[in-house]
């Protein structure tokens, strides 16, 4: 069963390695001993001697970390830390009563880098005063350094860190970090690739945008157009055009409109004459029976006449 403190140095390493920082790598030596770490930690930003330096280092955590702090030290000549000596930090062994179990690794060396490097020793111990020009020339000397135990430079190493950031999407923003490998120029190169390559993709666009559109012509010959059902004259319909037939003044001429009284206004006619026709019945009924009382009266008039002879 493993321990509070091998679970948290698992934990720590695999997030480190999950989200990695430009500004450092860390890691156990070896498998069997979580409790003993190496790092890398690129040095301040300008205007500090350390701008271009790379500091290869050595972190020991005790067996009930995290509730102690670890300790730790440069292997790397600076200028400022003397070498493989642990050095007093408030962070550190040395100052057990400013620490905090939820620091890590990466807050550490994060505070080294940012901090205590750019600052003076001041008595400090395991650092050391040096002059700009010293450092300046330590953090020169630095990319070429080797660990005698991880076998490769500190260039070495952080190239190959570099190149685990840029494919998590971390953006490289440390001073001296164009001029590893030759990552700079490979990066101008492609880009300057990729735009070639874009411009020519935009000049062949434009060439087909530039060419002139053309329709289909139906061809002339009436064999190829289906004979037409004969129109009534009454008809205001008109034929289907080709599309690519020229438009004439004749054939945009409007036709006239056809003079024959619609079905409809007829229609509208005839019913408002039966409409009226109605209205004049009654008068004329009253007439005929009017005269039909005048006969028989006159009828009567002269039989009774002709009675009295």
């Known amino acids: 069963m493993t321990s509070p403190s091998t679970r948290r140095l698992l934990k720590e390493s695999t997030d480190i390695h999950k989200n990695p920082s430009p500004y450092f790598t860390a890691s156990p030596i070896s498998d069997s001993n979580l409790h003993d770490w190496h790092f890398t930690l690129t040095g301040p ?15 020991t955590f ?51 880098r940012s901090e205590i490097m750019g600052a003076e020793s001041k008595g400090q ?9 010293i450092r300046r020339e330590f953090a020169s000397e630095s990319r070429g350094w080797v660990c005698r135990e991880c076998g490769r430079s500190n260039e070495e ?21 164009e001029v590893v490998g030759g990552d700079k120029e490979e990066e101008d190169k492609k880009q300057e690739k990729d735009e070639a390559e874009a411009e020519k993709d935009d000049g062949q666009t434009e060439a087909v945008l530039d060419e002139p559109a053309t329709t289909p012509v139906a061809p ?24 690519s037939a020229p438009l ?40 005929i029976i009017g005269i039909i009382f005048a006969l028989i009266i006159l009828v009567t008039k002269r039989t009774v006449n002709v009675d009295d002879l």
Request: with cysteine.
């Open 125 to 133: 111990v395991g650092g050391m005063e040096g002059s700009e020009a």
């Open 62 to 112: 005790p067996p009930t970390y995290p509730l102690r702090p670890p300790s730790f030290r440069f292997l790397t000549p600076s200028g400022r830390f003397e070498v493989n000596r642990e050095i007093c930090l408030s962070i550190s062994g040395h100052h057990e009563e400013t620490w905090q179990p939820a620091w890590g690794v990466r807050t550490a060396l994060l505070a080294i």
């Open 157 to 177: 190493a952080m190239k190959e860190w570099w190149e685990i950031c840029r494919e998590r999407g971390v953006k490289i923003d440390v001073e001296g970090s």
């Open 45 to 59: 930003p300008s205007p500090t001697p350390y701008a271009n330096g790379l500091y290869h280092g050595r972190i």
């Open 220 to 243: 002339a010959s009436t064999s190829a157009v289906s004979p037409t059902p004969p129109v009534p004259s009454g008809s205001n319909s008109t034929p289907a055009v080709v599309a």
């Open 248 to 287: 004439t003044q004749s054939s945009i001429r409007p036709h006239p409109t056809p003079t024959t009284p619609a079905p409809v206004a007829i229609a509208a006619r005839t019913a408002a004459a039966s409409q009226s026709e109605p209205a004049n019945s009654p008068w004329l009924d009253r007439a």
